[in-house]
């Protein structure tokens, strides 16, 4: 997570990588709990230093009655590529949404 940059959660903006880092802290210790992405579609921009990533998620933990419980939705991530040609997220933005129905 870059140092400016923002996450859109709950009607809030999170801004910067420690704020983000201490807003996911819990969900990230609490035994149990998983978050997988999706991604659907990948893009870098011509000039090769800005991208974007748009897909699914997918989040379990145990619930207050110990029950497996999931939350699903969908996400667009933009990135920004750093000095050191790593890849630091410079927004992100989800919204929950049921899971996909199955197809017949």
Known sequence: FDEAGIMFRAGTIVRGHDESREL???????????????PVRAE????GDLGYTVGTYLSAAAGPD???QTRTGMYVTIWKLQPDK?????????????PPKPSN
């Open 24 to 38: 996911m802290a819990p969900s990230f210790s609490t035994p149990g709990f998983s978050l997988r992405w999706q």
């Open 44 to 47: 870098i921009a011509a000039s």
């Open 66 to 68: 110990g029950a497996q």
């Open 86 to 98: 790593s890849w630091k997220v410079v927004v992100d933005l989800g919204s929950a949404a049921p």
